[in-house]
């Protein structure tokens, strides 16, 4: 458990030990969730990266790529088609 103090301008300072927990580095973002008046901090950067994550699950296979190589193997020819032209 960790304290902050609020300034008079309503600002905390997140205590370096959440900061390393959370992999927030200065200009980073915040993500303030409450859930049953309970009060999360969470690294906004991660949260959308989860959502994109969540949005492409499954767009791979129905794609008919059974392997990342092969999605890989697909990307490279797409870039070498580009050149050529």
Known sequence: MEIAKIS???QITI???VRN????NTG???LILEENGRFYIE?????AFQHVE???RGAAAEA???SEDEMQDYMKEIREELRRK
């Open 8 to 10: 008079s301008k309503g």
């Open 15 to 17: 205590p370096v030990s």
């Open 21 to 24: 927990r959370l992999h927030l």
């Open 28 to 30: 980073d973002k915040v």
């Open 43 to 47: 690294n906004a950067a991660n949260v």
């Open 54 to 56: 969540e949005g492409f």
């Open 64 to 66: 008919g790529f059974n």
